[in-house]
């Protein structure tokens, strides 16, 4: 800036003349001034500039050099709408730049945008989680289809070969292929039955088969029921007096088994009780023994203070106590046995609870273990089931026995019955149509 001159001397020539381009000396003379001409030895080789003397006010005129009237609103200059820029500058500064330039916000260049403050509980994040490569994921879901499809075959194989033994060992129980299920005494459509309900009567006896002259102590109806899912046990009190239709006499519902077998016992329940029943299974006393000391003895619960009392005095089971007790095979049988101590209404409430105390241990036990106990029992089994039967009744015995409560009914049922004495015998005189409605609303 030292070629610059600044000079306060007026400024009167302002001619063409007067411009520096004209006044250059040509010879090598001192520079003259730019608007005064004259040569000056202080401002050699500098660009003099002449300052105005004072400030003359400038004068507005209202009309323009052509004639036109000058409007007298102001005129605002457009000014571009600035906005906050949401790049940062190379300090990283944030700077303005016109909205129309506004570039597009990317990603990666996006400031942290402030999280909005919540007053409910923060749950922690859960960590992300790893992409698994579509190759390890199909390897995996191979691997657990081949475990899967493993486990299915060796658990139908299991079945398979369970179904089979079991199949073979049947074979050694005694089949009634003679027995008739038509009753001369009363037509079927009289009769309370269901495709989906198998009455299944057992009789518990002195000696194996329908031999005229045994004793059929126990009469219990199992009713396999497959509508709801149960399994019901109905016990037959053994001095019930009823109509006997092969006789034309009325006695003792245990004495039709003495003297005409199961075929005799079986028409005299359909007579009397009106239900239709399907099959039949007897089994000696020494098998029902035999099968609770292969299973390693019976747990019985509900033992009473008097049962116990009753067993350790004349039965001389010394160890029995009241609440639970495990009982050999004699010692569960002469439990079901007891007479003397009350009536045949607890004595069939016994029976019932043994019964269900097998079937209880019996499914805890291992299949193939159990199958080969049940093999021993067989041979002193008879019943008018085919093979087939066995083991369609079987299963759902045990589904339906597994599946939920199991009801118990007795018959002659309560307040439809009074004691009496016929022929030198005490019997229990019942209301046979009251008794044949509770068995059927009990059954379906």
């Given at each position: 800036?030292?070629?610059?001159?600044?000079?306060?001397?007026?400024?009167?020539?302002?001619?063409?003349?007067?411009?520096?381009?004209?006044?250059?000396?040509?010879?090598?003379?001192?520079?003259?001034?730019?608007?005064?001409?004259?040569?000056?030895?202080?401002?050699?080789?500098?660009?003099?500039?002449?300052?105005?003397?004072?400030?003359?006010?400038?004068?507005?005129?209202?009309?323009?050099?052509?004639?036109?009237?000058?409007?007298?609103?102001?005129?605002?200059?457009?000014?571009?709408?600035?906005?906050?820029?949401?790049?940062?500058?190379?300090?990283?500064?944030?700077?303005?730049?016109?909205?129309?330039?506004?570039?597009?916000?990317?990603?990666?260049?996006?400031?942290?945008?402030?999280?909005?403050?919540?007053?409910?509980?923060?749950?922690?994040?859960?960590?992300?989680?790893?992409?698994?490569?579509?190759?390890?994921?199909?390897?995996?879901?191979?691997?657990?289809?081949?475990?899967?499809?493993?486990?299915?075959?060796?658990?139908?194989?299991?079945?398979?070969?369970?179904?089979?033994?079991?199949?073979?060992?049947?074979?050694?129980?005694?089949?009634?292929?003679?027995?008739?299920?038509?009753?001369?005494?009363?037509?079927?459509?009289?009769?309370?039955s269901s495709p989906r309900v198998r009455n299944i009567l057992c009789i518990g006896s002195d000696a194996r088969g329908d031999v005229e002259g045994n004793r059929s102590d126990?009469?219990?109806?199992v009713s396999v029921d497959n509508v709801h899912h149960k399994l019901k046990m109905t016990s037959f009190l053994r001095d019930s007096f009823v109509y006997i239709p092969a006789?034309?006499?009325?006695?003792?519902?245990?004495?039709?088994?003495?003297?005409?077998?199961?075929?005799?016992?079986?028409?005299?329940?359909?007579?009397?009780?009106?239900?239709?029943?399907?099959?039949?299974?007897?089994?000696?006393?020494?098998?029902?023994?035999?099968?609770?000391?292969?299973?390693?003895?019976?747990?019985?619960?509900?033992?009473?203070?008097?049962?116990?009392?009753?067993?350790?005095?004349?039965?001389?089971?010394?160890?029995?106590?009241?609440?639970?007790?495990?009982?050999?095979?004699?010692?569960?049988?002469?439990?079901?046995?007891?007479?003397?101590?009350?009536?045949?209404?607890?004595?069939?409430?016994?029976?019932?609870?043994?019964?269900?105390?097998?079937?209880?241990?019996?499914?805890?036990?291992?299949?193939?273990?159990?199958?080969?106990?049940?093999?021993?029992?067989?041979?002193?089994?008879?019943?008018?089931?085919?093979?087939?039967?066995?083991?369609?009744?079987?299963?759902?015995?045990?589904?339906?026995?597994?599946?939920?409560?199991?009801?118990?009914?007795?018959?002659?049922?309560?307040?439809?019955?009074?004691?009496?004495?016929?022929?030198?015998?005490?019997?229990?005189?019942?209301?046979?149509?009251?008794?044949a409605a509770v068995l059927k609303d009990f059954l379906y």
């Open positions: 800036m030292d070629d610059i001159f600044f000079s306060d001397k007026p400024n009167h020539h302002k001619s063409k003349a007067n411009q520096p381009q004209d006044h250059q000396p040509s010879d090598g003379a001192a520079p003259q001034d730019a608007f005064s001409g004259r040569q000056t030895q202080d401002n050699a080789g500098r660009f003099v500039v002449q300052m105005p003397d004072e400030e003359k006010p400038v004068v507005l005129r209202d009309r323009t050099p052509k004639g036109r009237p000058v409007t007298s609103e102001p005129v605002t200059p457009k000014v571009p709408d600035y906005q906050l820029s949401q790049t940062k500058a190379f300090d990283d500064s944030v700077y303005l730049r016109p909205a129309q330039e506004q570039p597009r916000p990317s990603m990666q260049h996006r400031p942290p945008q402030p999280r909005p403050v919540n007053t409910e509980r923060v749950q922690p994040q859960r960590p992300a989680r790893v992409a698994v490569p579509e190759k390890r994921r199909k390897k995996k879901k191979g691997a657990g289809r081949k475990v899967l499809a493993a486990v299915l075959i060796v658990l139908v194989f299991a079945l398979v070969a369970l179904f089979a033994y079991g199949y073979h060992i049947l074979g050694k129980v005694g089949y009634d292929k003679d027995y008739s299920h038509e009753n001369a005494y009363i037509e079927a459509s009289a009769l309370a126990t009469m219990v109806l006789k034309g006499f009325n006695a003792k519902l245990n004495a039709a088994f003495a003297w005409g077998g199961v075929k005799m016992l079986v028409d005299t329940f359909e007579y009397n009780f009106k239900v239709r029943i399907d099959d039949y299974v007897i089994i000696d006393f020494e098998g029902f023994k035999k099968l609770i000391d292969l299973m390693g003895g019976l747990d019985v619960d509900g033992v009473t203070a008097a049962e116990a009392k009753y067993m350790r005095d004349v039965v001389k089971i010394v160890y029995c106590k009241e609440g639970k007790n495990h009982f050999t095979g004699a010692a569960s049988l002469w439990y079901c046995r007891i007479r003397k101590l009350d009536d045949d209404f607890h004595r069939t409430e016994r029976q019932r609870k043994v019964m269900n105390a097998i079937i209880r241990q019996a499914l805890h036990r291992n299949p193939f273990e159990l199958l080969k106990i049940v093999e021993q029992i067989l041979p002193m089994i008879n019943t008018s089931m085919s093979r087939n039967d066995l083991l369609s009744v079987g299963f759902s015995s045990v589904f339906n026995f597994i599946g939920g409560k199991n009801p118990q009914q007795q018959i002659p049922a309560e307040d439809t019955w009074q004691n009496q004495r016929v022929g030198g015998q005490d019997v229990l005189k019942m209301d046979l149509e009251k008794n």
